[in-house]
C-alpha cells in the first residue's frame, strides 16, 4: 500500500500500487507453491492485542483456521501476515497498542482494529501508516458468527478492505461494509435496546426475568437484554453507550444509571 | 374458568381472542357498533374454524361446539352478565374512558374488565369507572392465535384478584401471561422502540442499507428477522404512532424520540407491506 492517498475514497478505483513484497514475504501465494498446501497454509502468523476476553476468543477462532497467533510481539524474523487490535474498553491503551502494531506490521499488510468505541478515521490519525487501516466490528461472544461488519475510512484504498475481506474469508465470515461510524450497526441497536432494559428495570415494570421471557416471546428474539448484557459484559456495553453520547452528543444514548452503578460496583442485578 | 366472555369491538385483535376463547369452551359475546364489521369477523372466525377442522387439529365435534359458542351483539346492554370483559376498540383516551365508565355502570360488579391497549394507560382508562380496581390491562400481541405472550398490565389502582383472574384466563386460553406495571408502552413496545428508531437512524444517516443493517442483526446477533423487515411487517405507521405515543408519556424524553425519516415514510405512505412499499418494496410480489 502506498504511503499516502490523498482522500481516496473507499468506493473510489484503487490506485495501482507496487506489488506485496513479493517473495520474502509469507504471502498466500509464495505459500501456495510449496508441496503440501494443508499444512502449509497454517504457516501465516498474526499478532493480536486488545481487550482480554475478546483476544481469547480471536485466538481461538484463528488457531482453528491454521494461523499462527502471537499476543505480544513475536521475536524479529517472524514475518506477519496480519495484524488485528481489538480493544473496545480503554482508550490509551487501545491507541498504544495500535502504535506497536503499526511499526511491527509491514506498510503493505491490512491493519484491522475494532471500531465500535473509536471510529476508524479517528485511530487512523494516531498511526503512521493510516491507509492500510480499516475498522471492523467486534464483541464478545459473537467471534463464531458468519458475518462481520467492515469499516474502511476515507483513506482505505480498496486494496485495503479486499484484504481484509480476504482475511475473514479464510476465518469462515462473510463482510458488509458499512460506513465509519462508532459502534458501526450491531453494537449501536443492540445497546439501544439493552439500555431501555435497564431503564424498564429502574422503574420496576418487571423482573429482569419476565424482561427477557417477554422479548423472547413476543418478538422472537434469540436472547432477552438482560442476557444480552451477560453475553456481551457490562464493561463492553457501558464504554459503549459512552462513545456513543460523547460521539454524537445525543441524550438518547445516556447511560442508564442501574448500568452505570452495576459497572462501577461490578455486579449484576440478580434477585 | 367462567362461562360467559364479552369482547368488546370485533377488530383484529377482538376477533383473534374471540376466535381462542370459543376454542377454549368459553361463550363469547362480541360487541360491536358496526353490523358489517361483526359479520365479517362471524365469518372469518367460521372459515378459521372449519380449517382447523379440515387439518385434523380439531374434531368436527369440536369445531361445531366452538362455533355455536360465538355470538354478535350491537347493544352493549346485551353484555351485563360477563364474568370477564375485554376491549379492543380504537386507541383513543376518551372513547376508551367513556366505554369503561359505562362498563362499569352497566356489569355485574364483581366482573373483570380488562383493556387490550398497547399504548394507553391502563390506570387513565380506568379513572371514570366506580370501581377501578377491578380494570385490568390485558395485552395481546399480534397474530393473537400464534403469538404465546399477554402482558397483564397493572394499573396504579388495580386490584389483585383482577391481575390474579386475568393471569389464570391467560394461561386458560394456553398463553404465558406476563405482568408488568402501568408504564408506557409496558414492557415489550416500551423496550423495543429505541431499537427500531435507531435502526431507522442508522437507514437515514446512510450508515448502511435497509438490507444490510437486517442482515447483520440476523447473522451477527441472531435475530430471526432484522428491525427494518419486522417495521415493514408491523407498518412504519404503527411504529411512528408507538414511538409518539411513548415520547409524549415521558414528556419529550429523546430515548423515544421517533426518527424524523420514519415520520416521512408514513407521511409518503410507505407504511411497508400493507402498501407495497416501506423500507423494502413488495410491488413484484402482487
Known amino acids: 500500500m502506498a504511503k499516502k492517498t490523498p482522500t481516496a475514497s473507499k468506493r473510489s478505483k484503487p490506485a495501482k500500487r507496487a506489488p506485496r513484497q513479493a517473495p520474502k514475504t509469507a504471502s498466500k501465494r509464495g505459500v501456495l507453491t510449496k508441496p503440501s ?3 502449509s497454509v497454517s504457516s501465516e502468523s498474526v499478532l493480536l492485542l486488545g481487550d482480554e476476553r475478546l483476544v481469547q476468543e480471536y485466538q481461538t477462532l484463528l488457531t482453528s483456521n491454521g494461523f499462527t497467533v502471537h499476543t505480544s510481539i513475536p521475536r524479529t524474523g517472524s514475518k506477519l501476515s496480519y495484524a488485528i487490535e481489538c480493544t473496545n474498553l480503554d482508550r490509551t491503551a487501545k491507541r498504544e497498542r495500535l502504535t506497536i502494531l503499526d511499526r ?7 491493519l484491522l482494529s475494532s471500531s465500535v468505541t473509536v471510529s476508524a478515521t479517528e485511530q487512523a490519525n494516531w498511526i503512521t501508516h493510516r491507509n492500510r487501516l480499516v475498522g471492523f466490528g ?6 463464531q458468527r458468519p458475518l462481520v461488519e467492515l469499516a474502511p475510512t476515507i483513506h482505505s ?54 424482561l427477557d421471557a417477554a422479548l423472547k416471546m413476543a418478538l422472537q428474539h434469540p436472547n432477552g437484554p438482560i442476557e444480552w448484557v451477560e453475553r456481551i459484559g457490562l464493561d463492553q ?16 444514548y445516556r447511560m442508564a444509571p442501574l448500568l452505570h452503578q452495576m459497572a462501577l460496583s461490578g455486579e449484576w442485578w440478580k434477585r | 374458568m367462567f362461562k360467559h366472555l364479552g369482547v368488546v369491538g370485533a377488530g383484529t385483535m377482538g376477533s383473534g381472542i374471540a376466535h381462542l376463547a370459543v376454542l377454549s369452551n368459553i361463550d363469547v359475546l362480541v360487541y360491536d357498533v358496526n353490523e358489517t364489521v361483526l359479520r365479517r369477523m362471524g365469518e372469518r372466525i367460521k372459515q378459521d374454524v372449519r380449517r382447523l377442522a379440515q387439518h385434523g387439529k380439531i374434531t368436527p365435534e369440536q369445531a361445531a361446539n366452538a362455533l355455536s359458542l360465538l355470538h354478535t351483539r350491537t347493544s352493549v346492554a346485551d353484555l351485563a352478565h360477563c364474568e370477564f370483559i375485554i376491549e379492543s376498540v380504537v386507541e383513543d383516551i376518551r372513547i376508551k374512558r ?39 390491562g ?6 393473537v392465535a400464534t403469538s404465546p405472550l399477554v402482558e397483564v398490565v397493572r394499573g396504579q389502582r388495580t386490584g389483585s384478584k383482577a391481575v390474579d383472574t386475568t393471569m389464570t384466563f391467560a394461561r386458560f386460553l394456553g ?20 431499537y427500531y428508531q435507531e435502526a431507522v437512524h442508522l437507514v437515514a444517516e446512510h450508515v448502511a442499507e435497509p438490507a444490510q443493517i437486517d442482515r447483520i442483526m440476523r447473522e451477527i446477533g441472531g435475530f430471526l428477522q432484522g428491525p427494518l423487515e419486522k417495521m415493514d411487517e408491523d407498518g412504519t405507521d404503527i411504529h411512528l404512532e408507538m414511538a409518539r405515543s411513548m415520547m409524549d408519556q415521558y414528556f419529550g424524553e429523546p430515548r423515544f424520540r421517533p426518527a424524523p425519516l420514519l415520520r416521512r415514510m408514513a407521511e409518503g405512505g410507505m407504511l411497508g407491506k400493507k402498501s407495497g412499499q416501506g423500507f423494502y418494496s413488495y410491488e413484484k410480489m402482487k
Open chain 1, 104 to 110: 511491527v506490521l509491514s506498510p503493505d499488510r491490512v
Open chain 2, 98 to 136: 367513556d366505554l369503561f365508565k359505562h362498563l362499569d355502570l352497566n356489569t355485574r360488579p364483581t366482573a373483570v374488565l380488562a383493556t387490550d391497549t398497547s399504548s394507553l394507560s391502563v390506570t387513565a382508562i380506568a379513572s371514570q369507572a366506580r370501581f377501578p380496581e377491578r380494570v385490568v
Open chain 1, 157 to 210: 484504498p480498496t486494496e485495503a478492505v479486499e484484504q481484509a475481506a480476504e482475511f475473514f474469508a479464510r476465518v469462515g465470515k462473510q463482510t458488509e461494509v458499512v460506513q465509519d461510524r462508532v459502534g458501526l450497526v450491531f453494537a449501536r441497536t443492540l445497546c439501544r435496546l439493552i439500555n431501555e432494559a435497564a431503564f424498564a428495570l429502574t422503574e420496576e415494570i418487571a423482573t429482569p426475568q419476565d
Open chain 1, 237 to 252: 456495553v457501558s464504554a459503549l453507550l459512552k462513545a456513543l453520547e460523547s460521539e454524537s452528543g445525543d441524550a438518547r
Open chain 1, 37 to 39: 498446501a494443508v499444512a
Open chain 2, 175 to 194: 398463553k404465558t401471561p406476563i405482568e408488568a406495571n402501568d408504564t408506557p408502552g409496558f414492557i415489550v413496545n416500551r423496550i423495543a422502540t429505541p
Open chain 2, 138 to 143: 390485558m395485552h395481546f400481541f399480534n397474530p
Open chain 1, 138 to 143: 467486534i464483541l464478545p461472544t459473537l467471534s
